[in-house]
């Protein structure tokens, strides 16, 4: 027997409000990895790990709100918590390692390449393990095809993603990657749901009531989405994220001279004139400059 599903129980309530988690945890990655690529070794294990588990954390959080959207008419839902988790793990680990790769070795085509394909694998990785949590009176078929093309699309995502990570630099096109990355990862999750048909074990028990997806889901969700909220809080109080700018650019070393300046320190040393020694000292040049300059005074009396 067939089940009768459907996807969109809440309309476009939970489409969107995976999307918008999806690019948030995209955005926050994104800016970590690019604030650890552009400033040489400053913590830069601390930001690749702070980047791995925004964007793990993000696609997980999507992916469970896309799901409370998710009934079989005919059959309750519930969700194996250690499974559940287990597929955040999957997530926040396989994209940590493609981050890594990038983050070490640069945005040369091997590391992208490999990165890439690492991440997706990890993301694909774990929607279906998340869907193997769900626990029905039946079972979860898939269509091979569409399996195939929903990793495909999540291996491209991800290597679009740290592509745009080290590539680029500005805030507003960081942002659009983080929509793009957004919309690709969105994606890949309904194209992997559209994969999926339900064949029931017979009728359902007559007592099988189970809770909303939202009441079993909702729980699950709160450690995620307080880590998002506070990683965001790190991205907006580290201006390097937001702007993107290194460490060691010129205007950061003009304040810190003028910085010197101003507590009495001079900032730069004078070089000598044309026919001065270099090992004069400052009386001794002072006094040359007052002699050349009462010369013509003396040719014009």
Known sequence: MQGTVDGFSYGLVTPVAA???AC?????GLRCTTRSVRNGESFKPGWLALGATSIGSGIWTMHFIAMMGFTVAEAPISYDRPTTFASLGIAIVMTGIGIFIVGYRGATAMALVTGGTITGLGIASMHYLGMAGMRLHGRLEYDTLTVALSVVIAVVAATSALWAAVSIHGFLPSLGASLVMGVAVSGMHYTGMAAVSVHLHGSVPPGAVGDSPATLIAPLLIGPAVFLVLAGAVVMFDPLLVTGEPQGQQPAGRTATAGKARAGVPAQRRLPSYGE??????PARSARRAAQRSRPRSRQR
């Open 19 to 21: 999307y918008v988690m």
């Open 24 to 28: 948030l945890g995209g955005a926050l």
């Open 277 to 282: 020694p270099a090992n004069w000292s400052a």
